[in-house]
């Protein structure tokens, strides 16, 4: 018989010794690229505020307006008193964005692919997934019930191959995918993805959490396609959505459980979303941002061209990555390191992310920084005649 505290020390132990403890850090970020800890001021290349849109003026004035109108807390769930105004205004942005009938915003992207993957597939079922989705997609396909099958790394042939394996054997197939790889940065073939799906009779969910508000057409309308993400990244609030036609969304509304029994967001928080996404629309140029503060970064350090406001820089050992990390943070600046579970095994990294705030100072100071503890490429030669 072991008591809880022994089962804890065990359990934490093992953490330790494989360098995957976690500590959680007390950060002020009173802007949305600096921040403080232990008093100590810090740039910031670790957040996914990639629009800058936390801190910005106009939101937080939106935020508040629905707080002096509406309170703090939503009171009860979407289905008995929750359902706020702003809930219909944003879910008709957020279709229009998609070029869908209709969206449903959930309490987080991680809800919402609790809710939409557990609603579309259950035992008897197939799930293929990429080997690279979220922890949300993995823990949604598993609480399913939902035989789960995955394949490499946006290797279009092995998902194939495990649809014309499978595929007949099962009632429905739901295949998942994020457009922009959360933890690589690189991007799915989603319209190929979609070709797959209509083949074998399959339908597609696609999380965009890090494309949203960063790569610049991320709509891929289709009647086999649930377009999900997330309210907590470049929007610069909380929330998740999925976007589909008017039917599939009302029988998520029915059906999807993480979006029934949990308490709807606080007013504030759609406020914000919904001034977030019309800033967006109507800020020419705010989108691009990111991309080019991360190509700008790859630029001058030799990396490869970026096609997100995601680079990685893999470095294997979870211990080398944490001082890699540290070495940043002495300098002032905020890199993460990634390490397993998050990553697979051998492939802890840091993990850059870009955004619209970041100067180009700041990205070379950054790059400075980089280079000075990484050498990746030749200096050009200077030849003196
Ligand atoms: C961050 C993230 C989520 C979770 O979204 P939250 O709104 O933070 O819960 C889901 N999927 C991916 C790919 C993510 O990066």
């Not at 100590?40 to 307006?65: E, M, R, W």
């Not at 009302?250 to 914000?272: D, G, I, K, Q």
Request: aromatic share 8%.
């Amino acid at each position: 018989m072991a008591g809880l505290n022994d089962f804890a020390e065990k359990k934490l132990a093992s953490l330790t010794k494989n360098n995957q403890l976690r500590v959680y850090q007390t950060t002020e970020r009173s802007d949305s690229i600096y921040l403080i800890r232990e008093g100590k001021h810090y740039i910031s290349f670790a957040c996914n505020d990639y629009l800058g849109l936390t801190h910005h003026p106009k939101l937080k004035v939106a935020a508040i307006q629905a707080v002096k109108q509406y309170g703090t807390g939503a009171g009860s769930s979407r289905l008995i008193t929750g359902n706020s105004p702003f809930y219909a205004i944003l879910e008709s942005q957020l279709a229009s964005i998609k070029q869908t009938e209709a969206a449903l915003v959930f309490g987080s992207g991680y809800l919402a692919n609790l809710g939409v993957i557990s609603a579309l597939a259950g035992p008897g079922d197939l799930i293929i997934a990429d080997k690279y989705i979220h922890a949300s997609m993995i823990d949604a396909a598993q609480l399913s019930g939902a035989t789960f099958l995955r394949f490499a790394h946006n290797n279009l042939k092995r998902c194939e191959k495990l649809l014309a394996e499978h595929r007949a054997k099962f009632r429905h197939c739901l295949i998942l995918t994020e457009t922009v790889f959360s933890m690589d940065g690189d991007l799915a073939p989603v319209e190929k993805l979609l070709s797959l799906a209509e083949q074998y009779d399959s339908w597609l969910v696609s999380d965009d959490a890090h494309g949203f508000g960063v790569t610049p057409s991320t709509a891929f309308p289709h009647e086999r396609h649930i377009q999900m993400g997330t309210l907590s990244k470049s929007i610069g609030a909380y929330g998740g959505y999925a976007c589909a036609t008017k039917i599939v969304v009302e029988l998520l509304a029915n059906t999807a459980r993480s979006a029934m029994f949990t308490t709807a967001l606080p007013p504030a928080v759609l406020a914000s979303a919904a001034a977030a996404i019309k800033l967006i629309r109507t800020t020419p140029g705010l989108v691009e941002m990111p991309l080019r503060r991360a190509r700008l970064f790859a630029q001058l350090t030799g990396l490869p061209r970026p096609e997100s406001a995601i680079v990685p820089y893999i470095i294997g050992d979870s211990q080398k990555a944490l001082d890699a990390s540290l070495l940043f943070a002495k300098q002032g600046l905020i890199v993460p390191a990634i390490r397993p579970p998050s990553v697979p095994k051998d492939t802890a990294r840091l993990r850059f992310t870009f955004s619209a705030s970041h100067t180009e100072n700041h990205v070379r100071k950054l790059a400075q920084a980089f280079n000075a503890q990484f050498v990746t490429f030749e200096e050009p030669e200077v030849v003196f005649l």
